[in-house]
């Protein structure tokens, strides 16, 4: 039998850093969780992203037992790494800051299939690039489905 | 530590600049997030928190998006409390019997030890606390000379005393956990632990130790190796943990050979690997 969910916590947290200060101290303390597991456990599997933010979902179980899955970190996020860049656009309609090819886009897209509401990649991938554009990075080529 | 919480509410027409937001104020000191409702809230130690920074990153993003936020004050306290409170005893190799205050003693066990966590690490109950125990019961302490690393309540350092260490040094870098095992120490009337907080840069270098035990992090471990050797001699047994098997073993073996460590043995559980080593 499945075990009955206590609750649900959405968290970003730093690979490698977690600690048991708030949010994680209150959010999973309250409902009885051992805070220094879930610690060690988030630093251990987190380790190779150290300083990175993190998007963790954390079941927490009525036996006061608990598992998490880490997500990949945001679109957004994937973006600016890929461009180099520290920050998106304070005018994104007119100035541009940054360029990505499709090949990324591609790789952005993938990587995040499983958390964007797309059934395949050429949809995601559009999801992608439309964030690109909206934060004043442009997408260089043709699209891979017009050539 | 006090810390910070920042209630975030934002007013944009794209989503993704929560996730910029985040990882903006990532960049300056901001540790944690939780998702809400209306955005988000951003955790930060009370004294990393610089206002004029946060005007800086804020002023960073478009003037359509309106974001705003309000401060709250989060007092230090046990958040882990509620576990602390009901957690059961547990037994180590049938030997060790580690309990809380408020668990009836069992004195018939060859070594009991009375553990009162306050949010530091180390009750027994986790798998790399288990599989360092489970060492140190078959490991001659007689007499030795100990190097205790993220000692956290202080259980391996107590465990060593009772086991007959002469001298244990037990170091650890968060205030909580130096204040949790001067406690524990005490609970358990051990008379040759001395604690230290700090990180590697605590360690006595004067000194060489007959036995290192740490257990934290690959990551701290493969930073800290090099420390460890200095204050190691031909025939000192490092025991390291906190890690997995996959890939962070062979990572570890591979840097510790680099300073004389070789891998006697390993045991697992669930999926948690502690690691015996020996100086050449």
């Not at chain 2, 000191?29 to 409702?37: K, N, P, R, S, V």
């Not at chain 2, 800086?56 to 003037?63: D, I, M, N, R, Y």
């Not at chain 2, 306290?77 to 509620?82: A, D, I, L, Y």
């Not at chain 2, 000379?145 to 001298?167: P, S």
Request: net charge negative; hydrophobic share 40%; charged share 20%.
């Amino acid at each position: 039998m499945a075990k009955e969910v206590s609750a649900l916590v959405k968290l970003q947290v730093k690979g490698g850093a977690a600690n048991p200060s708030p949010p994680v101290g209150p959010a999973l303390g309250a409902k009885g969780v051992n805070i220094m597991e879930f610690c060690k456990q988030f630093n251990a599997r987190t380790q190779d992203k150290p300083g990175k933010v993190l998007p963790v979902v954390i079941t927490v179980y009525a036996d006061k037992s608990f598992d998490f899955i880490i997500k990949t970190p945001p679109v957004a996020i994937q973006l600016l790494e890929a461009t180099g860049q520290k920050s998106g656009s304070a005018e994104p309609n007119r100035k541009k800051v940054a360029s990505v090819s499709w090949e990324q886009v591609e790789a952005i897209a993938k990587d995040k299939m499983p958390d964007l509401n797309a059934f395949t990649v050429e949809s995601a991938m559009k999801m992608v690039a439309g964030t690109a554009r909206s934060m004043g990075i442009t997408v260089s080529g043709t699209a891979p489905w017009n050539n | 530590m006090n810390y910070l919480e920042l209630v975030f509410t934002i007013r944009a027409a794209e989503s993704f600049y929560q996730d910029l937001i985040i990882d903006a104020l990532a960049g300056i000191g901001f540790d944690t997030f939780q998702e809400t409702d209306t955005g988000f809230s951003a955790y930060i130690p009370q004294p990393d928190f610089n206002p004029e920074k946060l005007a800086e990153v804020l002023a960073g993003f478009p003037s359509a998006i309106t974001i705003s936020y309000q401060v709250n004050q989060i007092a230090q306290q046990n958040w882990n409390e509620v576990w602390e409170s009901n957690f059961e005893p547990i037994i180590i190799g049938n030997i060790c019997y580690v309990r809380a205050t408020f668990h009836t003693p069992h004195p018939e066990y060859p070594y009991e030890i009375v553990i009162d966590p306050k949010m530091a690490f180390g009750t027994g109950h986790h798998q790399t606390t288990t599989l360092m125990m489970r060492y140190m019961l078959k490991t001659d302490f007689k007499d030795k000379t100990v190097l205790d690393m993220g000692c956290g309540t202080g259980i391996l350092a107590i465990l060593a005393e009772k086991l007959g260490a002469r001298q244990i040094t037990a170091i650890d870098y968060d205030p909580v956990c130096y204040e949790s095992t001067l406690e524990n120490s005490t609970l358990n009337s051990c008379a040759n632990i001395s604690a230290l907080c700090g990180s590697k840069e605590a360690i006595p270098l004067q000194t060489s130790f007959d036995i290192i035990l740490a257990n934290i992090n690959r990551n701290i471990l493969l930073d800290q190796i090099e420390q460890y050797a200095r204050v190691s001699k031909p025939g000192t047994l490092l025991f390291l943990s906190g890690f997995y098997e996959k890939p962070d073993l062979e990572i570890i073996k591979d840097h510790s050979e680099r300073y004389g460590y070789i891998l006697s043995d390993f045991q697992q559980l669930n999926n948690w690997v502690a690691a015996k080593f020996t100086k050449l």
